[in-house]
């Protein structure tokens, strides 16, 4: 086994992505992912701070050794468990205390949320001041979110929508290596579920549809155009003359129609935030 998979195997281990792994490293995701095909090794310095995370020895990333476990073949792996907590501050406080455990991170903000790590196990702190949509209501009794995270974020959000089991937001930015979606159990408790999401692959830079070859839009010599759908661009210009803001209104009903978004409002924030990074939109 080579020192490759000896790292990804940590990782996932420890319930890491690799742009988490990346941030604490303080080195680029293409870094980790770079280690983890073999493609480039790591340094000392960087061997020893894994070893220090894994809470292994050096050796366990250099050599093959019973220190690690197999990885499980699901490919959704628990993040953390999320506590929110009205007095932030106090709370982090007590839970230092209790699990004789400094934080591990403080969210880039400063108050947003904190990590401890117990058995290789994530629990999170999250203040309910800076949460949208998390136990908002004073008297709700649902003050947990269970945390997720997987190497494609677009295939299993597609998986968890076929399911049809609870209310699912569409795939959401927290900042440019974090995304996310949000599912509610039959409680109501929220289910993130995080990982790795290529915006631009595969999506119509018109419209952000997710696009199948039998999708594609076509150039004015027929051959088929994979930047944008059919319904966007058609014989080597776009179908219809919109403004961004035209063409976000156009593409609200199909969001809430799917199930993406469950309000009109909704869908026209997430359009608000994302339509204005695609191809057709970013340069105006």
Not at 45 to 67: G, H, Q
Not at 187 to 207: K, L
Not at 227 to 239: D, M, P, S, T
């Amino acid at each position: 086994m080579t020192i490759a998979d000896q790292i990804q195997k940590l990782r996932i281990q420890k319930g890491l992505t690799q742009e988490r792994l990346a941030e604490m490293l303080e080195v680029s995701r293409q870094s980790i992912s770079k280690w983890e095909l073999g493609q480039a090794v790591p340094d000392v310095e960087k061997i020893i701070r894994m070893s220090e995370l894994f809470d292994v020895s050096t050796d366990a990333i250099l050599l093959n050794t019973p220190e690690i476990q197999e990885e499980k073949k699901n490919p959704l792996h628990l993040g953390s468990i999320y506590l929110i907590v009205k007095d932030f501050e106090k709370s982090v406080d007590f839970y230092e205390k209790f699990l004789d455990v400094k934080v591990d991170n403080r969210c880039r903000s400063g108050n947003k949320f904190v990590e401890f790590y117990v058995d290789n196990k994530c629990i999170a702190l999250m203040n309910e001041e800076n949460l949208i949509g998390h136990s908002t209501d004073l008297n709700s009794p649902y003050k947990f979110v269970l945390n997720f995270w997987v190497e494609d974020l677009n295939a299993e959000y597609e998986r968890v929508k076929a399911l049809k089991i609870g209310n699912l937001t569409g795939i959401l930015e927290a900042y440019p290596t974090y995304h996310y979606f949000h599912l509610t159990d039959p409680d109501n408790n929220v289910i993130e579920i995080t990982g790795g999401f290529h915006m631009n692959e595969n999506i119509c830079q018109s419209c952000g549809m997710n696009m199948g070859e039998s999708d594609y839009g076509t150039n004015a010599d027929g051959s088929f155009n994979r930047e944008y759908c059919k319904y966007c661009f058609a014989n080597g210009g776009f179908v219809k003359n919109q403004t961004l803001e035209e063409s976000i209104e156009s593409c609200i009903p199909f969001l809430v129609q799917d199930g993406t978004c469950k309000t009109e409002e909704e869908a026209r924030e997430m359009l608000k935030k994302e339509m204005p990074k695609l191809k057709r939109w970013k340069n105006l």
